[in-house]
């Protein structure tokens, strides 16, 4: 780790060698001092590491991999074009490409091509080039004017763009085939690179955004303080980003993407911007005299592509629209053959390998899982004697655990909290109107969760029991079996069963809004779930997260996949590999005070969370906590759980 910071240090001086601007040598300063942050954060008091924190790269080295399964849409299709001349191009299931031009030396030798995983194009000086990456991670091109890529390797993404080539390899780290934007060979854990020719910019793995160029016309290099980043795109004037949130945001005041929402894909040229939506439909803006806008009638489109004239969409039957009226592509099927079939059978041995990987941490975490949990007005912990502690708001008397003894996990709701014996046996205090604390009668229990006016327990040999108020059937859990964990949610209840399969009863309607029951029916693989308020939260045991109802901030959390324990407040929350948390989205924890500190934890093992706090149980046994403190629930500063 020492080297890492080391080389941060010489970064800064090579790029002041190289002629970076001062913005970018101040951006460097930046990244060392952060990287400085990261290091006192995870070493203790004694500078040792702790065990928790793994270099989590070298184990999922399968994730960056060119592997065509791993691909997204959007780079294989792509077309370029200037006032005379054009290119299309798609790659099939089979790794061959499919083009179609005007101009035949723009493509010549393409039908040859074999192995492509992803395919770009590029218009530069009235020349047209067709690139491509094969599986192996090296490139082919058809045109002239290729230059530098002899020695390219381990290439997953490119963008092209006039005079400038930009690679992605597969360690996060970026290649140019151009002389005069050469810093960006200092760049580190990027996952996405976009040239516009004169300015390139990069995507980092924590969602910020680096970008270089020769001068910041039009601010387009602006772009130091943005955050929660999912995807990138330089423009001819402008550098655009789309948030987390489904939002736009851009370096040019002008552009205004106010009413641009579930965004998940993005192409700009010139003067124009086209977006892809999570729904299939496609927004755009800016100049039409080609009519390269002319997108409104489009539906289930998954990838786009614009140049300088046309617009390019592929749609999830594996064909290919386009604005243009002067070609015909309308034969295309770039996902024909056995694609559907591949693609699944890829899929599931990826989350197999990645289960495999990931199941030793999910094992070092389980026995810490359940000794904390937050309501929005109670945090309830777990000593290691087996005794309870609590605080926050006792209106109900929840906060009565004083006397509980062999406690071994606990579940709290705002009104009554839950106590799992180590014989089995079951404890409960506070609200009892509606019967949630009817639990004395319980045995053989191994798990429990409070639910707002129920309570849930799972027996040892996999059936459910269930007290309180039965609204919406949310009780109805009789007939389950197989069952390994359960959560308990405001009006519904989660049951997980040993194929990795989900179950839900109850209701998750409020104000309009219908709930997920139809969507978790087909998730699979589930190691893991938390039922919350009107939101259900899966953990696959690849480490990806799925969520589904009210605030389920999706679909952006199913890019994290080194996620080992799993939390649900009014955002998903993930407990990563290396002890650290992610939230899905941060804006909606602008109430928080504090929320900001989730990014500095470190040497987590537990979470829990509620729609008003966090809490995190450290691998030393003390808490923290951001949010609400209206009732004193965060009041855990002098809590140790265990030695």
Same mark, same amino acid.
């Given at each position: 780790?020492?080297?890492?910071?080391?080389?941060?240090?010489?970064?800064?001086?090579?790029?002041?060698?190289?002629?970076?601007?001062?913005?970018?040598?101040?951006?460097?300063?930046?990244?060392?001092?952060?990287?400085?942050?990261?290091?006192?954060?995870?070493?203790?008091?004694?500078? +040792? $590491?702790? #065990?928790?924190?793994?270099?989590?790269?070298?184990?999922?080295?399968?994730?960056?991999?060119?592997?065509?399964?791993?691909?997204?849409?959007?780079? /294989?299709?792509?077309?370029?074009?200037?006032?005379?001349?054009?290119?299309?191009?798609?790659?099939?299931?089979?790794?061959?490409?499919?083009?179609?031009?005007?101009?035949?030396?723009?493509?010549?030798?393409?039908?040859?091509?074999?192995?492509?995983?992803?395919?770009?194009?590029?218009?530069?000086?009235?020349?047209?080039?067709?690139?491509?990456?094969?599986?192996?991670?090296?490139?082919?091109?058809?045109?002239?004017?290729?230059?530098?890529?002899?020695?390219?390797?381990?290439?997953?993404?490119?963008?092209?763009?006039?005079?400038?080539?930009?690679?992605?390899?597969?360690?996060?780290?970026?290649?140019?085939?151009?002389?005069?934007?050469?810093?960006?060979?200092?760049?580190?854990?990027?996952?996405?690179?976009? =040239? &516009?020719?004169?300015? =390139?910019?990069?995507?980092?793995?924590?969602? =910020?955004?680096?970008?270089?160029?020769?001068?910041?016309?039009?601010?387009?290099?602006?772009?130091?303080?943005?955050?929660?980043?999912?995807? /990138?795109?330089?423009?001819?004037?402008?550098?655009?980003?789309?948030?987390?949130?489904?939002?736009?945001?851009?370096?040019?005041?002008?552009?205004?993407?106010?009413?641009?929402?579930?965004?998940?894909?993005?192409? %700009?040229?010139?003067?124009?911007?086209?977006?892809?939506?999570?729904?299939? $439909?496609?927004?755009?803006?800016?100049?039409?005299?080609?009519?390269?806008?002319?997108?409104?009638?489009?539906?289930?489109?998954?990838?786009?592509?614009?140049?300088?004239? *046309?617009? /390019?969409?592929?749609?999830?039957?594996?064909?290919?629209?386009?604005?243009?009226?002067?070609?015909?592509?309308?034969?295309?099927?770039?996902?024909?053959?056995?694609? #559907?079939? *591949?693609?699944?059978? %890829?899929?599931?041995?990826?989350?197999?390998?990645?289960?495999?990987?990931?199941?030793?941490?999910?094992?070092?975490?389980?026995?810490?899982?359940?000794? /904390?949990?937050?309501?929005?007005?109670?945090?309830?912990?777990?000593?290691?004697?087996?005794?309870?502690?609590?605080?926050?708001?006792?209106?109900?008397?929840?906060?009565?655990?004083?006397?509980?003894?062999?406690?071994?996990?606990?579940?709290?709701?705002?009104?009554?909290?839950?106590?799992?014996?180590?014989?089995?046996?079951?404890?409960?205090?506070?609200?009892?109107?509606?019967?949630?604390?009817?639990?004395?009668?319980?045995?053989?229990?191994?798990?429990?969760?409070?639910?707002?006016?129920?309570?849930?327990?799972?027996? +040892?040999?996999?059936?459910?029991?269930?007290?309180?108020?039965?609204?919406?059937?949310?009780?109805?859990?009789?007939?389950?079996?197989?069952?390994?964990?359960?959560?308990?949610?405001?009006?519904?209840?989660?049951?997980?069963?040993?194929?990795?399969?989900?179950?839900?009863?109850?209701?998750?309607?409020?104000?309009?809004?219908?709930? +997920?029951?139809?969507?978790?029916?087909?998730?699979?693989?589930?190691?893991?779930?938390?039922?919350?308020?009107?939101?259900?939260?899966?953990?696959?045991?690849?480490? *990806?997260?799925?969520?589904?109802?009210?605030?389920?901030?999706?679909?952006?959390?199913?890019?994290?996949?080194?996620?080992?324990?799993?939390?649900?407040?009014?955002?998903?929350?993930?407990?990563?590999?290396?002890?650290?948390?992610?939230?899905?989205?941060?804006?909606?924890? +602008?109430?928080?005070?504090?929320?900001?500190?989730?990014?500095?934890?470190?040497?987590?093992?537990?979470?829990?969370?509620?729609?008003?706090?966090?809490?995190?149980?450290?691998?030393?046994?003390?808490?923290?906590?951001?949010?609400?403190? &209206?009732?004193?629930?965060?009041?855990?500063?002098?809590?140790?759980?265990?030695?």
């Amino acid at each position: 780790m020492k080297f890492v910071f080391i080389l941060a240090s010489i970064v800064i001086l090579a790029m002041t060698a190289c002629g970076a601007s001062q913005q970018e040598h101040d951006r460097a300063v930046q990244e060392r001092d952060r990287l400085q942050r990261e290091l006192d954060g995870l070493r203790g008091a004694d500078g +040792s $590491t702790n #065990p928790l924190i793994t270099d989590f790269d070298q184990m999922m080295t399968d994730e960056n991999t060119a592997n065509p399964i791993k691909r997204n849409y959007g780079s /294989i299709i792509a077309t370029a074009s200037n006032w005379d001349n054009h290119i299309y191009a798609g790659v099939l299931a089979d790794g061959t490409v499919v083009v179609s031009s005007n101009y035949y030396a723009w493509t010549h030798g393409v039908d040859r091509w074999t192995d492509i995983v992803a395919i770009s194009t590029r218009e530069r000086a009235g020349m047209g080039q067709t690139i491509g990456i094969r599986a192996d991670g090296t490139i082919v091109f058809a045109g002239s004017g290729m230059r530098n890529i002899d020695e390219w390797h381990d290439i997953v993404d490119v963008s092209a763009n006039g005079v400038t080539l930009v690679g992605l390899r597969s360690d996060g780290t970026v290649v140019i085939d151009t002389s005069h934007l050469k810093c960006v060979y200092f760049w580190e854990d990027i996952v996405a690179v976009s =040239t &516009s020719g004169e300015h =390139t910019v990069g995507l980092r793995n924590d969602g =910020t955004v680096v970008a270089t160029a020769s001068s910041n016309v039009h601010g387009r290099l602006d772009v130091d303080d943005w955050y929660d980043i999912i995807a /990138i795109k330089a423009g001819s004037v402008q550098t655009i980003g789309i948030r987390a949130d489904g939002t736009v945001i851009s370096t040019d005041v002008r552009s205004n993407f106010e009413d641009w929402t579930d965004i998940i894909a993005i192409s %700009a040229y010139g003067y124009h911007v086209v977006g892809l939506r999570a729904d299939g $439909t496609v927004m755009a803006m800016g100049a039409n005299q080609h009519g390269q806008l002319n997108v409104d009638t489009w539906q289930d489109i998954i990838a786009i592509s614009s140049s300088l004239t *046309r617009t /390019i969409g592929l749609k999830a039957d594996g064909t290919v629209v386009t604005t243009a009226t002067d070609i015909d592509i309308s034969g295309w099927n770039l996902l024909c053959h056995d694609a #559907p079939q *591949r693609l699944r059978a %890829a899929e599931a041995a990826i989350h197999a390998e990645r289960a495999v990987i990931l199941l030793p941490y999910r094992n070092m975490i389980e026995p810490y899982r359940f000794l /904390i949990s937050a309501s929005p007005r109670t945090t309830v912990g777990v000593n290691a004697d087996g005794t309870v502690v609590a605080v926050g708001y006792n209106d109900h008397g929840q906060l009565n655990v004083e006397e509980w003894r062999d406690i071994v996990a606990v579940s709290a709701s705002a009104t009554h909290t839950v106590g799992l014996r180590s014989d089995g046996t079951v404890v409960a205090t506070g609200r009892n109107r509606e019967g949630q604390s009817d639990v004395g009668e319980w045995r053989n229990i191994v798990a429990i969760a409070a639910g707002t006016a129920h309570t849930v327990g799972l027996r +040892s040999n996999g059936t459910v029991v269930a007290v309180g108020l039965d609204f919406a059937g949310k009780l109805d859990v009789g007939d389950w079996r197989d069952i390994v964990a359960i959560d308990a949610g405001g009006n519904h209840t989660v049951g997980l069963t040993a194929d990795g399969t989900v179950l839900i009863v109850g209701s998750i309607d409020f104000d309009g809004f219908t709930g +997920s029951r139809d969507d978790v029916g087909g998730w699979y693989g589930i190691a893991a779930i938390v039922a919350e308020s009107l939101t259900t939260v899966g953990l696959r045991a690849d480490g *990806r997260m799925l969520a589904a109802g009210s605030n389920a901030s999706a679909p952006w959390i199913g890019e994290w996949n080194d996620i080992v324990s799993i939390a649900m407040g009014i955002s998903p929350i993930g407990l990563r590999t290396g002890g650290t948390v992610v939230v899905a989205n941060r804006h909606a924890l +602008s109430w928080a005070e504090g929320w900001r500190e989730l990014e500095n934890w470190r040497d987590i093992v537990a979470i829990s969370a509620s729609d008003s706090n966090v809490i995190g149980l450290r691998a030393d046994g003390t808490v923290v906590a951001v949010g609400s403190n &209206s009732h004193g629930q965060l009041e855990i500063d002098e809590w140790r759980l265990f030695d």
